[in-house]
T-cell receptor, first 117, second 115 residues
Framework: AQTVTQSQPEMSVQEAETVTLSCTYD???????LFWYKQPPSRQMILVIR??????QNATENRFSVNFQKAAKSFSLKISDSQLGDTAMYFC??????????????FGKGTKLTVNP | DAGVIQSPRHEVTEMGQEVTLRCKPI?????LFWYRQTMMRGLELLIY????????DSGMPEDRFSAKMPNASFSTLKIQPSEPRDSAVYFC?????????????FGEGSRLTVL
């Protein structure tokens, strides 16, 4: 079974600075997808960024980027120019890429990020 | 599109009562997932459906929990009888499986409190 580990329960960063959230996972599959979801106090889960394991290039979405190290099974999220609105729980998630499409998403326990003014 | 719609947003009930949580997925999505979120256990997958058929219910805690998807636009998660340890936020999510990207779109969740 796949597992996802987020070793930082809480982190804080000053506004406009950069912060990196860690995630490691365990799987025997060769192809899969990795995600970072954000859950603000409003509770809604929002996709931040995703990475296909077969792609070498790290995904980026504006201020958000990942450092995907397939051999090390590591998938960290970097937030640049942090904003107050980035304050939220961040969840790393794994999904196996089976034929036929979607499968279940396995989540880490989350990292609570606070951006301080 | 309105997104995934869940109801009720909040539910407070007494131990032993039946609870029904409802979900309307995004139109055209063929996968539907029920997750439970607690402080202790994080986000746990309870069950998921593909084209209205349950695929994996291994996460359903016990027989007190049941889920149905009578059609492509509606699903329910029922707890009968409810217990205080069922208190959690229950999320419904949907996705298009054929995209291969597996992005799940979540509802706003139903916060259940069992007294």
């Amino acid at each position: 079974a796949q597992t996802v580990t987020q070793s930082q329960p809480e982190m804080s960063v000053q506004e406009a600075e950069t912060v990196t959230l860690s995630c490691t996972y365990d799987t025997s599959e060769s192809n899969y997808y990795l995600f970072w979801y954000k859950q603000p106090p409003s509770r809604q889960m929002i996709l931040v960024i995703r990475q296909e394991a077969y792609k070498q290039q790290n995904a980026t979405e504006n201020r958000f980027s990942v450092n995907f190290q397939k051999a090390a099974k590591s998938f960290s999220l970097k937030i640049s120019d942090s904003q107050l609105g980035d304050t939220a729980m961040y969840f790393c998630a794994f999904m196996g890429a089976t034929q036929g499409g979607s499968e279940k998403l396995v989540f880490g326990k989350g990292t609570k990020l606070t951006v301080n003014p | 599109d309105a997104g995934v719609i869940q109801s009720p947003r909040h539910e407070v009930t007494e131990m032993g009562q039946e609870v029904t949580l409802r979900c309307k997925p995004i139109s055209g999505h063929d996968y539907l997932f029920w997750y439970r979120q607690t402080m202790m256990r994080g986000l746990e997958l309870l069950i998921y459906f593909n084209n209205n058929v349950p695929i994996d219910d291994s996460g359903m805690p016990e027989d007190r929990f049941s889920a149905k998807m009578p059609n492509a636009s509606f699903s329910t998660l029922k707890i009968q009888p409810s217990e205080p340890r069922d208190s959690a936020v229950y999320f419904c999510a949907s996705s298009i499986g054929t995209s291969g990207a597996g992005e799940l779109f979540f509802g706003e969740g139903s916060r259940l409190t069992v007294l």
